[in-house]
């Protein structure tokens, strides 16, 4: 069975740091490309970071790189998101997602067969 949980999320002040952890189980990292998303308040959702399948390397979108790193670590089955220099506008709920399309150009969207984790709160205030 596919599960993603993922955790770390907290109050955090402006131009803090925070790292995202998605614990995954019931497949191999190897097989599916695996993102993040988050979801402001009153905002639809938008891709955050991904990693390919095909290549295992990182993707974001434009408006996503620079602040942003996703990576793994294969022995713990885990995802990892770091973001750097908070701003307000980076409160949300994080969540990552499996079997998710990743292209080499940024863009990242769930599939009919993602599988979710509940999500993380971010609250970037002073």
Not at 52 to 72: E, V
Not at 96 to 101: L, N, V
């Amino acid at each position: 069975q596919v599960k993603l949980v993922e955790s770390g999320g907290g109050l955090v002040q402006p131009g803090g740091s925070v790292r995202l952890s998605c614990a995954t189980s019931g497949f191999s990292l190897d097989d599916y490309a695996i993102g993040w998303f988050r979801q402001a308040p009153g905002k639809e959702r938008e891709g955050v970071a991904c990693l390919s399948s095909a290549d295992g390397r990182p993707y974001y979108p434009d408006s996503m790189k620079g602040r942003f790193t996703i990576s793994r670590d294969n022995a713990k089955n885990t995802v990892y998101l770091q973001i750097d220099n908070l701003v307000p506008e980076d409160t949300g709920v994080y969540s990552c997602a499996h079997d998710i399309y990743c292209s080499t150009y940024g863009v990242l969207r769930p599939a009919g067969s993602s599988v979710w984790g509940q999500g993380t709160q971010v609250t970037v205030s002073s």
